[in-house]
């Protein structure tokens, strides 16, 4: 495994065992393959989980790099993490395979491990566009880490505008357009809770559960 994706994982698992408190085994779904249509993850219904197995589906780098986005469901809460592109891909092609995991509703947190295009990218696309920006859990991110992604998610846009545009295409047109504008990206960026390294947050709510603990 590439040393900035081991990195990110181990991250990301951090993250994952500091919300909920990681203890039972972990069943995975099926890799992802290649193409869309033939990615088909195992769901199971609320009244067939396990409470404590941890259930992982891959909705992205899964057997390829690029596009991290993980969905991790352990007593009945579910957590994605990261929410990225797929670096040699574009348009929708380069999303995760959003459609192959939970409602977006459903979602309870995302935490983004960092900034890079292929570990966060895709995070206004899911929060603003899914289902009609159904979205309506907490994200949490570092400092550096909201910080630089505006930085690079705005640049992100503008290249891909170029792009478009060289090829003789545009929204106009309806043929492609940038993912998401420079409105949904503030948009996107507004929901996100900033946390610092080694910070506890404490989040209560109908049903328990909490970030830390």
Not at 102 to 118: G, K, N, Q, R, V
Not at 144 to 159: D, F, G, S, V
Not at 172 to 185: F, I, M, Q, S, W
Not at 196 to 201: K, L, P, S, T, Y
């Amino acid at each position: 495994m590439h040393a900035r994706s081991l990195t990110a994982w181990r991250i990301s698992c951090f993250f994952f065992s500091w919300y909920v408190g990681l203890r039972g085994p972990v069943v995975a779904a099926p890799s992802m393959a290649y193409k869309r249509s033939h990615y088909h993850p195992t769901r199971l219904s609320s009244n067939e989980e396990d409470e404590d197995t941890v259930y992982f589906t891959p909705l992205g780098a899964a057997k390829e790099v690029g596009r991290s986005c993980l969905i991790l469901r352990y007593k009945g809460r579910t957590i994605m993490l990261d929410c990225g592109i797929h670096p040699g891909r574009t348009g929708d092609d380069a999303l995760p395979f959003f459609d192959s995991g939970p409602d977006a509703e459903e979602i309870d947190i995302i935490l983004i491990s960092h900034f890079h295009l292929d570990h966060a990218a895709s995070l206004p696309y899911f929060t603003e566009k899914v289902q009609g920006g159904a979205f309506k859990g907490r994200i949490f991110a570092t400092h550096p880490t909201k910080a630089i992604m505006r930085l690079m998610l705005q640049n992100h846009i503008r290249t891909d505008s170029v792009r478009l545009a060289a090829d003789g295409t545009s929204a106009d047109e309806g043929v492609e357009a940038p993912l998401y504008t420079e409105e949904e990206l503030q948009a996107c960026l507004d929901k996100i809770e900033v946390i610092d390294f080694q910070q506890v947050r404490d989040e209560r709510r109908e049903g328990g559960g909490r970030l830390g603990g």
